[in-house]
């Protein structure tokens, strides 16, 4: 048995060294590789390196160095054939069955290589000559320079049937047509495939020719014309500017998925290198797992127009079952109507990076397709789009992933909602009660306060704002992780107390400048707050056990915590609102009565008391909850 070097290469393209050698080393992130203590020779401080991207492994120690298959024979003992099927096994590979062929076989493939290098020589000699003027011309107009015509290869197919096949005559008819040069129709003579068009090389990883994408000059159809796929070519595996992309890409941690051959290139000759493009077919699988290799989140970067957009919504789609903890897609929009390429050639490399800058993770791509779907005016439409982000999240097959997308998507949902639903917002609702029955004369006076036993502990306790401040600060404090949900409400809100408002805003401060890095937990953010004289306060909040609310324990449920608090904090926005527009209703009553004017006053009393019943449910929740205690759970 024979194996071809094609087979070699992909087999070892689809392995990733990382989790072979994970299974028997332990491995620890070093920057863009991995390291760990080298298996072949005893060592106690780690020098042996895998790198994903390059496919080998190297120790420092012992200059052990190898790839997949050299680790299976040399580590694992197999020999070399059972090493091979056990790699092709688990990248979904067949091995090629034994045939006395094969090493003729691999022969014609390097031939192959011959064939598409001598075609690329012809096509760039082609565009230097009188008939590759109006191709120049092109490229003129693309603003393409000659320095990147050179780099790229780029060159000039002839209006001609037989010229290629003519300057290639000593490679045969039948290589040519495998190669895709040639068109064969049976009872006629082949001719040459590409014809008046201006050439684009498609290289493999390696950097060697394998394919060519044709843009026609002037007018007609189709305006873009690949090889078919061939021996040397797979089009749903292959990425244009790989080759060149990739190494840049590795330096610059970034890397750009573009829609066709000229926005690659356009950027290149901007400065950015690190961009790649599928040809002419939405993102694949395979694609996809070529570009996690390079970097970990690439960056799709498709036309404004609604075609690039749909492109760009599928490749999302395609990516979820694929995603892992790390691995992601980031979007670029680019301005309607526009591509990289007319962006590039009208306003530079600067206009380009200020939109790089606004990418859109995939989870808010995802968000923002599902929200403009279809209309949400109604609960069953509102229905739907929660079945759908649920479909979208139960594609991930990665379980923590998954849980993560699940969990982000019901947040969006309830925060978008939330806002529309009766009893959120006491302006948005103008509630009708009837009039009270009044004799003549009888001066008219509010309905009572509620006076339930909740309340009235409230109250003696210095007011609802004080002491639901006091306890909502304790339980921001004890979950400062929930301080960036509500960070742009908390910005905002202003406390009477002086000491009380001080800590608030210093707790929202320290808050807003450690959210980059994620690491700011309770322990942490009462040391930060020590530093600025705010010690004892903090730990006195910290035993705020005795306060009547789930998430000022110590102990509590956390997820009946983060709706205690959710509420908590709503409660203590809306309460001065409320407050403040029921004393301007009763101003207003005591100037001049009006039907409404008393309907009004009426509605705010009642605001009043719902936001009294909805914290004495808090303190009866919490209640409850200790009543049962760890073992009734």
Same mark, same amino acid.
């Given at each position: 048995?024979?194996?071809?070097?094609?087979?070699?290469? *992909? @087999?070892?393209?689809?392995?990733?060294?990382?989790?072979?050698?994970? =299974?028997?080393?332990?491995?620890? !992130?070093?920057?863009?590789?991995?390291?760990?203590?080298?298996?072949?020779?005893?060592?106690?401080?780690?020098?042996?390196?895998?790198?994903?991207?390059?496919?080998?492994?190297?120790?420092?120690?012992?200059?052990?160095?190898?790839?997949?298959?050299?680790? @299976?024979?040399?580590?694992?003992?197999?020999?070399?054939?059972?090493?091979?099927?056990?790699?092709?096994?688990?990248?979904?590979?067949?091995?090629?069955?034994?045939? !006395?062929?094969?090493?003729?076989?691999?022969?014609?493939?390097?031939?192959?290589?011959?064939?598409?290098?001598?075609?690329?020589?012809?096509?760039?000699?082609?565009?230097?000559?009188?008939?590759?003027?109006?191709?120049?011309?092109?490229?003129?107009?693309?603003?393409?320079?000659?320095?990147?015509?050179?780099?790229?290869?780029?060159?000039?197919?002839?209006?001609?049937?037989?010229?290629?096949?003519?300057?290639?005559?000593?490679?045969?008819?039948?290589?040519?047509?495998?190669?895709?040069?040639?068109?064969?129709?049976?009872?006629?003579?082949?001719?040459?495939?590409?014809?008046?068009? @201006?050439?684009?090389?498609?290289?493999?990883?390696?950097?060697?020719?394998?394919?060519?994408?044709?843009?026609?000059?002037?007018?007609?159809?189709?305006?873009?014309?690949?090889?078919?796929?061939?021996?040397?070519?797979?089009?749903?595996?292959?990425?244009?500017?790989?080759?060149?992309?990739?190494?840049?890409?590795?330096?610059?941690?970034?890397?750009?998925?573009?829609?066709?051959?000229?926005?690659?290139?356009?950027?290149?000759?901007?400065?950015?290198? *690190?961009?790649?493009?599928?040809?002419?077919?939405?993102?694949?699988?395979?694609?996809?797992?070529?570009?996690?290799?390079?970097?970990?989140?690439?960056?799709?970067?498709?036309?404004?127009?609604?075609?690039?957009?749909?492109?760009?919504?599928?490749?999302?789609?395609?990516?979820?079952?694929?995603?892992?903890?790390?691995?992601?897609?980031?979007?670029?929009?680019?301005?309607?109507?526009?591509?990289?390429?007319?962006?590039?050639?009208? =306003?530079?490399?600067?206009?380009?990076?200020?939109?790089?800058?606004?990418?859109?993770?995939?989870?808010?791509?995802?968000? =923002?397709?599902?929200?403009?779907?279809?209309?949400?005016? +109604?609960?069953?439409?509102?229905?739907?789009?929660?079945?759908?982000?649920?479909?979208?999240?139960?594609?991930?097959?990665?379980?923590?992933?998954?849980?993560?997308?699940?969990?982000?998507?019901?947040?969006?949902?309830?925060?978008?909602?939330?806002?529309?639903?009766?009893?959120?917002?006491?302006?948005?609702?103008?509630?009708?009660?009837?009039?009270?029955?009044?004799?003549?004369?009888?001066?008219?006076?509010?309905?009572?306060?509620?006076?339930?036993?909740?309340?009235?502990?409230?109250?003696?306790?210095?007011?609802?704002?004080?002491?639901?401040?006091?306890?909502?600060?304790?339980?921001?404090?004890?979950?400062?992780?929930?301080?960036?949900?509500?960070?742009?409400?908390?910005?905002?809100?202003?406390?009477?107390?002086?000491?009380?408002?001080?800590?608030?805003?210093?707790? /929202?401060? /320290?808050?807003?400048?450690?959210?980059?890095?994620?690491?700011?937990?309770?322990?942490?953010? /009462?040391?930060?707050?020590?530093?600025?004289?705010?010690?004892?306060?903090?730990?006195?909040?910290?035993?705020?056990?005795?306060?009547?609310?789930?998430?000022?324990?110590?102990?509590?449920?956390?997820?009946?915590?983060?709706?205690?608090?959710?509420?908590?904090?709503?409660?203590?926005? +809306?309460?001065?609102?409320?407050?403040?527009? @029921?004393?301007?209703?009763?101003?207003?009553?005591?100037? !001049?009565? +009006?039907?409404?004017?008393?309907?009004?006053?009426?509605?705010?009393?009642?605001?009043?008391?719902?936001?009294? *019943?909805?914290?004495?449910?808090?303190?009866?929740?919490?209640?409850?909850?200790?009543?049962?205690?760890?073992?009734?759970?």
């Amino acid at each position: 048995m024979s194996l071809t070097p094609a087979f070699l290469d *992909e @087999l070892r393209a689809r392995t990733s060294l990382s989790a072979l050698l994970g =299974k028997t080393v332990k491995l620890t !992130r070093a920057g863009r590789e991995m390291k760990g203590c080298c298996p072949f020779h005893n060592e106690k401080t780690p020098s042996f390196y895998v790198n994903d991207d390059k496919g080998f492994y190297h120790c420092f120690g012992c200059s052990a160095h190898g790839d997949a298959i050299r680790w @299976l024979t040399d580590h694992q003992g197999l020999p070399f054939m059972d090493a091979v099927k056990e790699l092709a096994a688990a990248a979904g590979m067949e091995v090629p069955a034994q045939d !006395r062929h094969a090493a003729k076989r691999a022969e014609k493939a390097k031939s192959l290589h011959d064939v598409m290098h001598a075609a690329a020589d012809f096509f760039v000699q082609q565009l230097g000559a009188i008939d590759g003027a109006e191709a120049r011309a092109l490229l003129d107009r693309r603003g393409v320079t000659p320095a990147s015509a050179k780099a790229f290869g780029i060159g000039y197919a002839p209006d001609s049937r037989t010229r290629l096949r003519a300057a290639l005559k000593d490679f045969g008819d039948a290589m040519l047509i495998e190669a895709g040069l040639l068109i064969q129709v049976e009872g006629k003579e082949p001719y040459d495939r590409f014809r008046g068009r @201006l050439m684009i090389p498609i290289r493999d990883p390696r950097g060697r020719v394998i394919a060519f994408g044709g843009r026609i000059i002037g007018e007609g159809e189709p305006k873009y014309l690949n090889s078919p796929d061939t021996p040397l070519f797979d089009k749903g595996r292959t990425l244009y500017n790989l080759d060149r992309a990739a190494p840049a890409a590795r330096k610059a941690d970034r890397l750009f998925v573009v829609e066709g051959y000229m926005d690659a290139i356009a950027l290149a000759q901007g400065g950015v290198g *690190e961009a790649v493009a599928p040809l002419g077919t939405a993102l694949t699988e395979a694609q996809l797992e070529r570009l996690w290799r390079v970097v970990d989140v690439p960056v799709v970067c498709l036309d404004g127009d609604t075609a690039g957009q749909k492109a760009a919504i599928r490749a999302a789609h395609r990516a979820l079952p694929m995603l892992a903890p790390g691995r992601s897609l980031a979007f670029v929009t680019l301005p309607d109507g526009q591509d990289p390429d007319d962006l590039m050639r009208a =306003k530079g490399a600067a206009a380009f990076e200020a939109l790089v800058r606004e990418a859109e993770p995939l989870v808010d791509r995802l968000w =923002k397709h599902e929200l403009a779907a279809e209309p949400l005016n +109604t609960p069953e439409q509102r229905a739907g789009l929660k079945r759908r982000l649920s479909e979208l999240a139960q594609s991930i097959a990665d379980p923590s992933v998954k849980g993560e997308y699940q969990a982000e998507f019901r947040h969006r949902f309830d925060e978008q909602f939330a806002r529309n639903r009766p009893g959120n917002n006491f302006q948005q609702r103008q509630p009708f009660y009837p009039m009270a029955q009044r004799r003549p004369g009888q001066k008219w006076t509010p309905p009572p306060p509620p006076v339930t036993e909740d309340a009235k502990k409230v109250r003696a306790a210095g007011g609802i704002d004080r002491v639901l401040a006091k306890a909502v600060l304790a339980g921001l404090i004890r979950h400062p992780a929930e301080i960036a949900r509500h960070m742009e409400v908390l910005g905002s809100l202003k406390l009477a107390d002086g000491a009380l408002g001080r800590l608030f805003e210093a707790v /929202v401060d /320290v808050a807003l400048e450690d959210r980059r890095d994620g690491t700011l937990d309770s322990g942490r953010l /009462v040391t930060i707050l020590a530093r600025s004289g705010f010690d004892t306060v903090a730990h006195d909040l910290l035993r705020a056990d005795t306060m009547p609310y789930s998430f000022t324990r110590a102990d509590g449920d956390m997820t009946q915590a983060r709706a205690d608090l959710d509420e908590a904090i709503a409660i203590l926005v +809306t309460r001065p609102e409320v407050d403040a527009a @029921l004393a301007e209703a009763t101003s207003a009553m005591q100037s !001049r009565f +009006t039907d409404e004017a008393f309907e009004r006053q009426v509605a705010l009393v009642n605001e009043q008391r719902a936001l009294d *019943e909805r914290l004495a449910n808090l303190v009866q929740a919490n209640e409850d909850a200790r009543a049962l205690g760890p073992e009734d759970d």
